[in-house]
């Protein structure tokens, strides 16, 4: 009896060793890891996207490990163990127990690192309603902030099928146009050199012009007449910023200080007008 017990005893105890070190081991390879991304997030042109992606890949490997090293401690769970234990074992066990859904995402993920569509810290937009900064890609899912601070989480095999917008991919220069309409009788030329003077001058500017463009005579800032609509004739000006967060503060800006130069020199922006011409009834 006091043998049995002796023996449950160190059996428990192991068991109780191994999961220990399994969590100490994951612990403490996560925290290494976190310091390496820290790291590198600081060194520019440094993607993390595949370090990260297999971080998740090996903490899970290393609970798994620990898992089967605990199950073959008890007699009648050692076959189990060591089909864990096992390369071969691993592989069919899980393609038995996960859903068609869990190896998809999986699956999806390990293609989106290595054709990387998307990468951690780009700003990315989806199906147009989603927009923010990938933040996270692991084994299930792409964790994504967005400019409220919210978390939108959408599994691999949903976001690896979708249409994205990558701001970041290749090159994070960002274009942004502004259109604003003026009366027909306000002085159309003058508001173009308003509107080129004030890009021009924003310090988020940016001159994308070639040697050869500047060569040719390409102008700083261009803006055009696009459109003639029913009230208003449109024009348009292209302003460049270095990524599209500048580009988000530079169109603001340029809202702003252009409305208040047209208003200053009388540039007229119109409101649609209608006539309406009521009709008396005959008695």
């Not at 003058?190 to 988020?204: D, G």
């Amino acid at each position: 009896m006091l043998k049995k017990f002796s023996g449950e005893f160190s059996t428990i105890s192991m068991i109780a060793i191994i999961i220990a070190a399994t969590f100490l081991i994951a612990f403490l390879f996560n925290w290494m890891a976190h310091r390496y991304i820290k790291r590198s997030l600081m060194m520019p042109d440094h993607d993390v996207t595949s370090f990260q992606f297999f971080r998740h890949i090996i903490t899970a490997i290393i609970y798994l490990v620990g898992f089967a090293a605990a199950l073959v401690q008890i007699p009648a769970l050692k076959i189990v163990g060591h089909s864990l234990l096992a390369g071969a074992g691993v592989i069919s066990l899980v393609a038995g127990l996960a859903s068609q859904q869990a190896l998809s995402n999986i699956m999806s993920g390990i293609l989106i690192v290595v054709f990387k569509p998307f990468r951690i810290n780009d700003r990315i937009t989806l199906r147009e309603t989603f927009t923010g900064i990938v933040e996270d890609i692991n084994l299930r899912q792409v964790v994504i902030r967005d400019f409220e601070n919210n978390r939108i989480i959408i599994p691999n095999s949903v976001i690896s099928s979708d249409i994205i917008v990558n701001a970041h991919m290749s090159d994070a220069k960002c274009c942004k146009m502004i259109e604003i309409g003026i009366g027909y009788s306000s002085n159309m030329e003058r508001a173009l050199e308003i509107m080129t003077e004030e890009v021009a001058k924003h310090p988020l500017y940016i001159d994308t012009r070639t040697p050869k463009d500047i060569k040719n005579g390409t102008p700083l800032v261009v803006a055009r007449v696009i459109a003639l609509a029913e009230s208003s004739v449109t024009l348009k000006v292209w302003a460049w910023a270095e990524n599209a967060t500048d580009g988000f503060v530079l169109y603001c800006d340029l809202l702003q200080s252009i409305k208040h130069r047209f208003d200053a020199e009388n540039i007229e922006i119109p409101f649609p007008q209608r006539k309406v011409t009521l009709q008396k009834e005959e008695d």
